[in-house]
């Protein structure tokens, strides 16, 4: 059973036509189709707008009710605006999840990534002086508690002018606590009184322990335990798993290229020079405390490619 699969469908409640015995059979189609449609929308609002649209029309853009699938719900309340205390909106159709890795230099990938439906960054990578390879628009930006700093480095860059961009934040509590002690909240906080049209979400406590049970349920250890962290790679696609129909991710390994690939010296963030890809990866795998399990998590990975529509280039997946 995939754990992330937690939409359940609803069926419809039972209608009785007792009463139109007497009524034109076109009155009893009009009120069966009328319910069917109003169930259709409870059970996915973005897919009965598109139906409505096509309803009694044919063509490549108006699909049979047969192949509609239940996509992902547009509010996800794990998510909360640090400022308007709401959960985090937000519905894509294709994804485009761009990695840090070096993997990125050289591929010029930009434009393709640009056309996709929302944009998916993580932490503080950048895309000025970048952009032919990574591309220029940034609709999502995931950022780890450790990460805030260094935003707040360049917070006019991406705070101010990229302020359409939509920033969630995870850490755990004791960074993260609204009571005053929390360190990065207080750094967010002042963030958005300063740049007032920030859209700024942080990860909820119930969140991150849901995230956590992922891992032990996907590998059959418990995080906590086994002295490790997950990666800010690992909280992005559990959301953009979420909240898009389709996703591609860009310039991220899997768990083999090590072993196969590992003699390439690719950085490990193609923005800075000096650390190698694969180093970083063996180190923080076999670490005995504080390090992320790379390797672990794209093996998990590759599992949700087959069970979620999700294709990794750059380099390819062979899942």
């Not at 755990?172 to 049209?197: A, C, H, Q, W």
């Not at 849901?210 to 490790?228: A, M, P």
Request: proline share 4%; glycine share 8%; charged share 20%.
């Amino acid at each position: 059973m995939d754990p992330l699969s937690t939409v359940k469908r609803s069926a419809p409640c039972g209608f009785s036509f007792q009463d139109l015995k007497r009524g034109p059979v076109l009155a009893v189609t009009s009120v069966s189709v009328f319910f069917f449609l109003i169930v259709l929308r409870l059970i996915n609002e973005v897919n009965f707008l598109r139906l409505l649209t096509c309803f009694g029309q044919t063509g490549s853009g108006c699909a049979p009710v047969s192949e509609f699938q239940l996509q992902a719900p547009t509010h996800h309340g794990g998510y909360i605006n640090i400022k308007t205390r709401e959960p985090l909106h937000i519905y894509c159709d294709l994804c485009a999840i761009v990695s840090s890795s070096g993997q990125m230099t050289g591929q010029k990938m930009g434009h393709e990534i640009d056309q996709s439906s929302c944009i998916w960054r993580m932490n503080n990578s950048p895309t000025k002086g970048y952009s032919e390879d990574v591309g220029e628009k940034t609709t999502v930006r995931v950022v780890s508690h450790t990460s805030v700093p260094l935003l707040l480095k360049n917070p006019d860059y991406f705070f101010k002018e990229t302020n359409n961009t939509i920033y969630v934040i995870w850490g755990p509590f004791r960074n993260m606590r609204e009571d005053g002690k929390g360190i990065v909240y207080n750094m967010l906080k002042r963030t958005v009184e300063k740049y007032s049209n920030a859209k700024i979400y942080i990860t909820t406590e119930k969140r991150m322990d849901y995230c956590d049970f992922i891992f032990k349920e996907e590998t059959g250890r418990d995080r906590v335990q086994s002295g490790s962290y997950l990666s800010t790679g690992w909280f992005t696609l559990i959301l953009a798993i979420e909240a898009c129909n389709k996703i591609h991710v860009y310039g991220m390994i899997n768990d083999t290229y090590c072993r196969m690939e590992g003699s390439r010296k690719v950085p490990y963030h193609y923005y800075e020079p000096g650390r190698f890809e694969c180093e970083e990866y063996l180190l923080h795998e076999n670490a005995p405390y504080g390090g992320h399990r790379f390797i672990t998590e794209k093996r998990v990975f590759a599992k949700w490619s087959k069970q979620h529509n999700i294709t990794f280039t750059h380099p390819n997946w062979t899942v």
